[in-house]
């Protein structure tokens, strides 16, 4: 996308639809609150922007040349979200065991999202303007802290039911998610 305009309001409904990073991120909020939950930010976007960078890098021109590299990307990224929904499924005291940096880093990493953002909502061009970066940084980080904030809000709401209920919610929705980049594989 050439328009700076086009291409900030593409990324910010782009980054704002639920995926596992967002999922992560409400039920950190949840279970840990907001202030707890804020040094998620950085492990969010050191996920997407070193994921972004690199799949401009390499993945760009190895995968026009290898449909098949491209399905076992897929497949890694949707058996690492499966991975992720059982330990969510698993886990009974989300109080005590908030969500860590280092999940959300490589949850992001990961990500299908930084795959279409780097190849497809980036401009086609060999080195990518920093505005373009500027932007999925700023983005990134007020994304989070709403789906941040969206968390805190549900435990408000529903209270310690929420912190029973979500991590199961959380963990069908990453399997929704695995499910989804597998079936684009057969399309």
């Known amino acids: 996308m050439d328009s700076p305009i086009a291409f900030c309001f593409a990324l910010l409904v782009f980054l704002a639809i639920p995926g596992p990073t967002n999922t992560l991120l409400a039920l950190s909020g949840a279970t840990a609150g907001l202030r ?4 998620l930010l950085l492990a969010v976007l050191a996920g997407y922007m070193l994921s ?3 799949q401009r890098a390499v993945f760009d021109t190895l995968l026009a040349g290898s449909s098949t590299l491209e399905v076992w ?3 890694l990224v949707a058996l690492y979200l499966v991975y992720l929904s059982i330990r969510l499924w698993r886990t009974r005291a989300m109080a005590q065991a908030p969500i860590g940096a280092q999940r959300v880093f490589v949850a992001t990493f990961l990500n299908p999202k930084a795959l279409i953002i780097a190849l497809v909502l980036m401009p ?3 080195v990518v303007p920093s505005f373009h970066f500027a932007a999925l940084a700023l ?3 007020a994304v989070s802290v709403i ?3 969206a968390g805190v809000l ?4 529903s209270g310690d039911r929420y ?12 399997v929704a998610f695995a499910a989804v980049i597998v079936s684009s594989v057969f399309r």
Do not use: E, G, M, Y
């Open 52 to 54: 972004t960078a690199a």
């Open 73 to 75: 990307l897929r497949v």
């Open 139 to 141: 983005l990134t980080i």
């Open 163 to 174: 912190a029973r209920i979500f991590p199961k919610v959380a963990a069908v929705a990453l």
């Open 154 to 157: 549900a435990q408000r709401v």
């Open 124 to 126: 086609p061009h060999p």
């Open 36 to 39: 707890r939950s804020l040094p």
């Open 147 to 149: 789906w941040i904030k």
